[in-house]
């Protein structure tokens, strides 16, 4: 009777014919990491280089990886027996061909360099496009001025706090900086431009009420400003400004029925017991705000 040998997913099974679910763990395939630093780099290296530059340095990226796999093609069809019909002399024996393994090994070495080169080529081209479509505009050549402009802008992330700084002898105020969308810019001049600008807001707001406004903004609030551009500290920022705005009063929110509808719900849902909102009781918190204003949900207070 021949005893055949287990394979090693079945070696530790109690059952003659195996596991019922037998998990081979190979080794770990790091084949990917290569591509995805070139593209990291790539990317990274784009956003504060001309985008002349990168043109050209992606071109030849994708020439060399032309290249590359042309040269493996005609190394792998001159090892299949050189058919390109030259005269074969019977004195001297051809070449032995490659092995399997090695054959293997090689394609996997290009196949690897091409990846990278294509990888990086492809992130640099669109993190070259995405810095040129934010130093395009009227915004960038405005900011190159430290023009003054009013502006209608979307916020588009949560206001914060800045860090005291120190000027002279005497602690400047903290400032709240707050990330937005430039939709119409008016310049000096008094043209009016539409654009999709990313842009940074800082305000100075003088008292603490004029600071708990501006840091109470939710995203896709809609303000209108008046204050200085300033270009971005770094080149590979992802602003196409800096607008430092003018007087240190509240916002001036356009639009303010969105953002008074959302305390009204807010206000009328206070009634509802928390079980229910939690556990997603739709009648009930549509029941709390379809209630007039002086009625709340059940178990609220009148």
Known sequence: MTVTQRAPVHAAATSPHGASDPRHEGPADLRLIPPALAAWAAAALALSVPARTVAVTCTIACLAAAALLYAARRRADTALGGRGGAAVSH????????????????????????????????????????????????????????????????????????????????????????????????????TTTATRAPVLLTVYPGARKGQAAWLGLLPSTRLRVHGRLAPPLRDGDRIASVVRVRGGGPPRVMGEGLGDGRGEVGHRVEGVPDRQVRSGDDQAVSAAV?????????????
């Open 91 to 190: 004195d001297v024996p051809p070449p032995s061909p490659p092995s399997p393994h090695d054959a293997g090994r090689r394609r996997r070495r290009v196949g690897a360099m091409v990846a990278v080169l294509l990888c990086g080529a492809a992130a640099g081209a669109v993190a070259a496009a995405h810095a040129a479509d934010v130093r395009s505009g009227p915004v960038p050549s405005l900011a190159r001025e430290y023009a003054e402009v009013t502006a209608q802008v979307t916020v588009t992330g949560d206001p914060r706090l800045s860090r005291p700084r120190v000027r002279g002898a005497a602690l400047a105020p903290a400032s709240v900086v707050l990330e937005a969308e430039a939709g119409r810019v008016t310049g000096p001049d008094g």
């Open 290 to 302: 379809a209630a007039p204003r002086g009625r709340r949900g059940a178990g609220g207070r009148r």
